[in-house]
């Protein structure tokens, strides 16, 4: 018993590893003595999984074979048989998880006495779950559908790098979802406004007209009519709160690219 136990305690990833296919959601298909080809009987099986779960993302493949034949072989056998199933997936247009695990366990398993029982694959898959709908590309929508002309909207976290015109990565998404809003109103026109914060003088470089500019641009290289499109810049001109703002929520307010509807 003690025996037992130690090979427990050292071999417990590699037992985990072999009984692992018995959990979750799963389907087996079977091959013939010694192929690794998918018969008929197995295409049908596969393509009757795919209509039953069309959105489903696959996790695992393993596979299996009987015990005749040398352990090596049965290992490249049962690989085969994984790659097999693998690129029939795939050609479906099935999606595989980042990070999925195949693996050929060859006769290393527990065998059944029904030998066709063991010439097999097990893909393991999940439910993908439905895709839920953008909240801020929603919002911006709701926004617009409410605003009338002459009304203007803050694009929020919309950030640009110091004193410049270029985004921070993290803005791109705010840019398709004004693009998304545009290809749904395609009557829509509106005026992209810049303005800046913090400083007293006038914007020397002209970095609010810039960053509206930078806007601007992104829509028309996305095939928005530029006639539906205009832009301007107004420095520190147009503050929400008096410069020097008494804080940085003040100055991020004042900091803003906004749009104002022109015509729906």
């Known amino acids: 018993m003690k025996r037992i136990l130690l090979i427990l305690l050292i071999f417990p990833c590699a037992l985990f590893s072999q009984t692992s296919a018995d ?3 799963k389907v087996e298909v079977f091959f013939e003595f010694d192929k690794y080809f998918l018969n008929d009987e197995s295409v049908q099986t596969l393509e009757k999984t795919l209509q039953q779960n069309p959105n489903i993302i696959v996790s695992k493949i393993y596979g299996y074979c009987d015990w005749k034949g040398s352990n090596s072989y049965n290992d490249t056998l049962s690989v ?6 693998y690129h029939f997936l795939r050609n479906k247009g099935i999606k595989i998880k980042p990070g999925y695990e195949t693996k050929g366990f060859g006769e290393d398993f527990k065998q059944s006495e029904v030998q066709a029982e ?6 393991m898959y999940e439910q993908l779950q439905p895709e839920q709908p953008d909240d801020s590309r929603k919002a911006l929508a709701d926004l617009v559908k409410n605003a009338a002309a002459g009304d203007k909207i803050k694009l929020k976290n919309i950030n640009f790098l110091n004193n410049s015109a270029i985004l921070v990565p993290k803005s791109k998404p705010v840019l398709y979802d004004l693009l998304c809003v545009m290809e749904e109103n395609p009557t829509l026109k509106i005026e992209i406004q810049g303005h800046i914060c913090c400083q007293t003088q006038a914007d020397q470089y002209d970095v609010s007209s810039a960053r509206a500019r930078a806007v601007y641009m992104f829509l028309l290289r996305n095939k928005i009519d530029r006639k539906r499109l205009s832009f301007k810049g107004f420095g520190i001109t147009r503050p929400i709160h008096p410069i020097p703002e008494k804080s940085e929520e003040e100055a991020d307010e004042n ?3 906004e749009i104002m509807i022109v015509a729906k």
């Open 23 to 25: 959990a979750g959601t």
């Open 80 to 85: 085969r048989r994984v790659n097999e199933v």
């Open 118 to 123: 063991n010439r097999k694959v097990v893909v």
């Open 255 to 257: 900091r803003r690219v």
